[in-house]
């Protein structure tokens, strides 16, 4: 299962990192299981133990691990590798562009598809949430705490971009959000504290059910692309003024 790597054009630490990944996501290695020694890791992928290290601590970062000092090093289930891998790319703001670069390619086109196929009673509904969601937040302001406000606006937001994919009528993709949408999570949180962003993002989500409601799937693609680039924007903003 463990090979030498040191015959590999990679950094030592980068060539463990994707092997060990890739034992992992192809279940080779499963949720639970405890990972060799350090010493005999060393032995079998040929090199030294500051590279094991390293590899580990990047792979714990990523959430494919945990490390228990007295114990060992085990393989997380998948929840708690969703919950740390996108803590682990939201402070990278080059990795933050690449989620942004994956969405706009999925989004875009999922939201064309759903002003094509989606049914019409379902866009409709679609667009009176996003008006009743924008009312709530913006008019009548009808929270007892930051933190409700901030978790329905984070489950609102989830629930607008998974229902574009619903409308969108292919089954793959709905599967592909529902998983993109884990990733999301601390980006959807993060981009709440920007100021004014959540009064731009609500506004932003009823121009693109209007495009939807009105049938026009080039206008949603382009108002999706906006919507995305507008939001990546202000993350890239707050965490360079923040870091």
């Known amino acids: 299962m463990f090979k030498s790597i040191n ?12 092997h060990v990944r890739e034992l992992i996501i192809t279940e080779q290695l ?3 299981d405890k990972l060799p020694a350090e010493r005999d890791l060393v032995d079998m992928m040929d090199v030294s133990r500051p590279t094991i290290r390293e590899a580990f601590k990047i792979l714990s970062a990523m959430g494919f691990i945990k490390i228990r000092p007295g114990h060992g090093v085990f393989v997380s289930d ?7 891998l996108a803590a682990f790319l939201f402070v990278q703001s080059d990795t933050i562009h690449e989620l942004f670069e994956v969405r706009k390619i999925i989004e875009t086109e999922t ?19 996003t008006n009743e969601i924008y009312k709530k937040v913006v ?10 406000k901030e978790r329905f606006l984070s489950e609102s937001d989830q629930a607008f971009h998974l229902s574009i994919a619903e409308a969108a009528g292919n089954e793959v993709l709905l599967r592909v959000m529902n998983n993109l949408i884990d990733l999301l999570r601390e980006t ?25 409601v009105a049938r026009k ?11 995305l680039s507008s ?13």
Do not use: C
């Open 139 to 148: 008019v009548d302001k009808e929270f007892e705490s930051v933190e409700e």
């Open 78 to 84: 998948y929840n708690d590798r969703i919950d740390n």
């Open 30 to 32: 499963k949720p639970g």
């Open 111 to 129: 939201a064309s598809w759903a002003a094509k196929r989606g049914t019409a009673d379902f866009l409709e509904q679609i667009h009176a949430q």
């Open 217 to 227: 799937p080039e206008l949603a693609r382009d108002r999706m692309f906006n919507h």
């Open 188 to 212: 959807r949180m993060r981009s709440m504290k920007v100021p004014g962003r959540v009064e731009q993002s609500l506004k932003e989500h009823i121009w693109i059910a209007d495009a939807l």
């Open 231 to 243: 939001v990546e924007m202000d993350l890239a903003k707050e965490l360079e003024e923040n870091h």
């Open 7 to 18: 015959e590999e054009k990679k950094t030592l630490t980068k060539k463990v990192v994707d």
